[in-house]
C-alpha cells in the first residue's frame, strides 16, 4: 500500500479530478463576482487560465518530487509542497500581471491576495488529503483484522471434522488418508499465509479443490461438484480467502443439512473488463443461526474486495427458487506467479 498521504499526481485520474475540483471554484468565483448576470464570463475566462495552469505545472512538480516527498516526514513534506504550490502561483501572477499591464499601486496587492488565497486552498486540499490517507490506513487495519478473523473462524469444526475422517480412513484407506493428510496441510498453510493482498485465482481455485477433497471425504455421494472454468483466468488476480469461504458456507448451509445431499456449482468467466466470479448451491439453510452467519462472511468478503479493488468490485448475492447464488465482480488485472508457486493439477 502507497504509505505517502499525498495521492500520485501522475494518475490521469487524479490530474482530471484536480482539473474539475479547481475549475468548480473557479465558476463558484466567477458567479460572486458577476455585477450583472449570472457569471462574469469574463472573469471566469482569464481566472480559469490562471488556476489551470498553476494547477498543472503544480501537479507536475508534486509529481516528480513525490518519491522523495514521500521520504520525509509529513510536516517537512506539507512544508515543502505548501512553498511548491506558492511559488508557482507567484511566478504565474508576475507573468499575468506584467500581461494585463495593471495600474500602479494593485500589482502587490492582487499578487498578495492570489498567495493568500492560494495557502488556504492548499492547505485545506492537503489536509483533506491526511485525512483520506489515515482512513485508507485504518480502513486496511481492519480489513487485515478481518482476514485474521476469517482464518481463525475457519480452522476449527473444519479442523475436527477432518481429523475425525482422516482417522476413519487410516485403517481402511491408508492412501486416501495420506492425501487428505497432504490436502488439510496445504489449506492451513494457505490460512495462515496473512501477508500476501492478492495471490493468483489458479491458487484459490486450488485451494477449494483441496477443501472439496476432503469434504468429500466426509460427505461421499451427497456432495457433487461441477466446475466451469475458462481458460486465460489463471493470473487473474483475488483476495485470498475468498471462494473458499463461500464453497464452505455453500456445504454448511446447503448440502450438509439435506439427506440428499446437492451440487455446488463453481464458474469463472470473462466479461469484457471483468472477471465473474460464481458459487452456486442448494437452498441455504433457513436457520436464522445460520443466516447471520453467512450474511457475516459475505460481508467480510464484500469489504476486503471492495478495499483491494475499489467500487467497481461488487459482490451480489440471490435466491431463487431452490437454488442460492453468490457473484462477485472483479476488475481484469493479471497477476504475476511467485517464484516457485505450484498449484495442483485436478482436472
Same mark, same amino acid.
Given at each position: 500500500? $502507497?504509505?505517502?498521504?499525498?495521492?500520485?499526481?501522475?494518475?490521469?485520474?487524479?490530474?482530471?479530478?484536480?482539473?474539475?475540483?479547481?475549475?468548480?471554484?473557479?465558476?463558484?468565483?466567477?458567479?460572486?463576482?458577476?455585477?450583472?448576470?449570472?457569471?462574469?464570463?469574463?472573469?471566469?475566462?482569464?481566472?480559469?487560465?490562471?488556476?489551470?495552469?498553476?494547477?498543472?505545472?503544480?501537479?507536475?512538480?508534486?509529481?516528480?518530487?513525490?518519491?522523495?516527498?514521500?521520504?520525509?516526514?509529513?510536516?517537512?513534506? @506539507?512544508?515543502?509542497?505548501?512553498?511548491?504550490?506558492?511559488?508557482?502561483?507567484?511566478?504565474?501572477?508576475?507573468?499575468?500581471?506584467?500581461?494585463?499591464?495593471?495600474?500602479?499601486?494593485?500589482?502587490?496587492?492582487?499578487?498578495?491576495?492570489?498567495?493568500?488565497?492560494?495557502?488556504?486552498?492548499?492547505?485545506?486540499?492537503?489536509?483533506?488529503?491526511?485525512?483520506?490517507?489515515?482512513?485508507?490506513?485504518?480502513?486496511?487495519?481492519?480489513?487485515?483484522?478481518?482476514?485474521?478473523?476469517?482464518?481463525?473462524?475457519?480452522?476449527?469444526?473444519?479442523?475436527?471434522?477432518?481429523?475425525?475422517?482422516?482417522?476413519?480412513?487410516?485403517?481402511?484407506?491408508?492412501?486416501?488418508?495420506?492425501?487428505?493428510?497432504? $490436502?488439510?496441510?496445504?489449506?492451513?498453510?494457505?490460512?495462515?499465509?496473512?501477508?500476501?493482498?492478492?495471490?493468483?485465482?489458479?491458487?484459490?481455485? $486450488?485451494?477449494? *479443490?483441496?477443501?472439496?477433497?476432503?469434504?468429500?471425504?466426509?460427505?461421499?455421494?451427497?456432495?457433487?461438484?461441477?466446475?466451469?472454468?475458462?481458460?486465460?483466468?489463471?493470473?487473474?488476480?483475488?483476495?485470498?480467502? @475468498?471462494?473458499?469461504?463461500?464453497?464452505?458456507?455453500?456445504?454448511?448451509?446447503?448440502?450438509?443439512?439435506?439427506?440428499?445431499?446437492?451440487?455446488?456449482?463453481?464458474?469463472?468467466?470473462?466479461?469484457?473488463?471483468?472477471?465473474?466470479?460464481?458459487?452456486?448451491?442448494?437452498?441455504?439453510?433457513?436457520?436464522?443461526?445460520?443466516?447471520?452467519?453467512? *450474511?457475516?462472511?459475505?460481508?467480510?468478503?464484500?469489504?476486503?474486495? *471492495?478495499?483491494?479493488?475499489?467500487?467497481?468490485?461488487?459482490?451480489?448475492?440471490?435466491?431463487?427458487?431452490?437454488?442460492?447464488?453468490?457473484?462477485? *465482480?472483479?476488475?481484469?488485472?493479471?497477476?504475476?506467479?511467485?517464484?516457485?508457486?505450484?498449484?495442483? $493439477? @485436478?482436472?
Amino acid at each position: 500500500m $502507497d504509505t505517502f498521504f499525498i495521492p500520485d499526481l501522475c494518475r490521469v485520474r487524479a490530474v482530471f479530478l484536480l482539473v474539475i475540483t479547481s475549475e468548480l471554484l473557479v465558476l463558484v468565483l466567477a458567479i460572486v463576482q458577476a455585477d450583472t448576470g449570472w457569471v462574469d464570463w469574463n472573469y471566469f475566462g482569464l481566472l480559469s487560465l490562471f488556476v489551470q495552469w498553476t494547477t498543472l505545472t503544480s501537479a507536475a512538480l508534486i509529481c516528480l518530487l513525490r518519491g522523495w516527498l514521500a521520504r520525509l516526514s509529513v510536516a517537512r513534506a @506539507t512544508v515543502i509542497v505548501v512553498a511548491i504550490v506558492l511559488a508557482d502561483v507567484l511566478a504565474f501572477s508576475l507573468f499575468a500581471e506584467e500581461v494585463l499591464h495593471p495600474a500602479p499601486g494593485t500589482a502587490v496587492q492582487s499578487i498578495a491576495r492570489k498567495l493568500l488565497v492560494a495557502l488556504l486552498i492548499v492547505l485545506m486540499t492537503l489536509r483533506y488529503f491526511y485525512l483520506q490517507h489515515q482512513w485508507r490506513l485504518q480502513r486496511e487495519a481492519e480489513i487485515g483484522a478481518r482476514l485474521t478473523a476469517l482464518h481463525a473462524r475457519i480452522q476449527p469444526h473444519f479442523l475436527f471434522n477432518s481429523m475425525n475422517t482422516i482417522a476413519s480412513l487410516i485403517a481402511t484407506r491408508p492412501e486416501q488418508a495420506e492425501e487428505a493428510v497432504l $490436502d488439510l496441510s496445504e489449506l492451513f498453510r494457505a490460512n495462515l499465509r496473512t501477508t500476501d493482498p492478492l495471490v493468483p485465482l489458479a491458487q484459490e481455485l $486450488d485451494l477449494c *479443490r483441496r477443501y472439496l477433497a476432503i469434504e468429500a471425504l466426509r460427505l461421499g455421494d451427497r456432495l457433487r461438484v461441477e466446475w466451469v472454468i475458462a481458460d486465460g483466468l489463471e493470473q487473474q488476480a483475488i483476495p485470498p480467502l @475468498t471462494l473458499q469461504p463461500l464453497v464452505e458456507n455453500a456445504i454448511y448451509h446447503g448440502i450438509q443439512p439435506r439427506p440428499g445431499g446437492g451440487t455446488i456449482r463453481i464458474e469463472v468467466s470473462p466479461g469484457g473488463e471483468f472477471v465473474y466470479l460464481m458459487v452456486q448451491n442448494s437452498k441455504v439453510e433457513t436457520d436464522t443461526r445460520h443466516r447471520r452467519g453467512n *450474511r457475516v462472511a459475505l460481508a467480510n468478503i464484500e469489504a476486503r474486495v *471492495r478495499a483491494l479493488f475499489g467500487e467497481t468490485a461488487v459482490l451480489k448475492h440471490s435466491q431463487q427458487q431452490d437454488t442460492y447464488t453468490v457473484t462477485i *465482480r472483479l476488475p481484469r488485472r493479471p497477476l504475476s506467479r511467485p517464484p516457485g508457486a505450484k498449484t495442483r $493439477d @485436478t482436472e
